[in-house]
Nanobody, 115 residues
Framework: QVQLVESGGGLVQPGGSLRLSCAASGIIFSTYFMAWYRQAPGKQRELVAS???????NYRDTVKGRFTISRDNAKNTVYLQMNSLKPEDTAVYYCNAARFPANAWGQGTQVTVSS
């Protein structure tokens, strides 16, 4: 049974930083494509960043240069380091693990950027 547990969300002022973590269990983590998505109130869920099994990363344009995704296969964990946070980054952030045909989601962690 796949389980993804996110942590690290919270309230931060504009310009601040947060580090999200997603701990996976029930899968061979190193064989899964991992990603972070987010969903703001009234908006569709959107892809924020992804990392392949070989470590190749991709980011949506609005977070390039501010966010960094990484993975530690020994700890079955994927991270999202978020710097220079903006109010528009406010959303629930979700971890996703994919390896066709499997596709699993975490429960989400709230990130609020506000002064």
């Amino acid at each position: 049974q796949v389980q993804l547990v996110e942590s690290g969300g919270g309230l931060v002022q504009p310009g601040g930083s947060l580090r999200l973590s997603c701990a996976a269990s029930g899968i061979i983590f190193s064989t899964y494509f991992m990603a972070w998505y987010r969903q703001a109130p009234g908006k569709q869920r959107e892809l924020v960043a992804s990392i392949s099994t070989s470590g190749t990363t991709n980011y949506r344009d609005t977070v390039k240069g501010r966010f960094t995704i990484s993975r530690d296969n020994a700890k079955n964990t994927v991270y999202l380091q978020m710097n220079s946070l903006k109010p528009e980054d406010t959303a629930v952030y979700y971890c996703n693990a994919a390896r066709f045909p499997a596709n699993a989601w975490g429960q989400g962690t709230q990130v609020t950027v506000s002064s």
